[in-house]
């Protein structure tokens, strides 16, 4: 009834009024344990938990803000590294035999 109902206020063009019927219809869906099955009750809990159905933008943005809050505390609680670590190359010299090691390291160029 709900999609109906949604469907006739979008062809009436009175968005407003029809996403509230959408509103109502995620939540029906959400709670009918009987017609809908439970991975999709699952899918629209989540849903109507991180956005309202995408009808709530302060939730979306709170989430957004929690998740940008974390990184930002993750990165001044671990940080980055202060260095790279150096790279290195191994190989054998065929005229004398021997093992040769070479670090490669690029020098930072400091322009005034």
């Given at each position: ?50 956005s309202?159905?995408g ?48 670090v ?9």
């Open positions: 009834m709900y999609r109906q109902l949604r469907k006739a206020f979008e062809d009436g063009k009175n968005e407003p009024g029809a996403a509230d019927f959408y509103y109502g219809e995620c939540e029906m869906r959400r709670h009918d344990r009987t017609g809908t099955p439970k991975t999709e009750r699952r899918l629209l809990w989540a849903y109507w938990l991180l309202g159905y009808l709530r933008a302060s939730r979306a943005l709170g989430w957004l803000a929690a998740a940008m809050l974390t990184t930002i505390l993750l990165l001044m609680a671990f940080g980055l590294p202060a260095s790279s670590p150096k790279q290195e190359a191994t190989g054998t010299v065929p005229a004398g035999g021997g093992k040769v090691t070479f490669i390291d690029k020098q930072d160029r400091r322009t005034p």
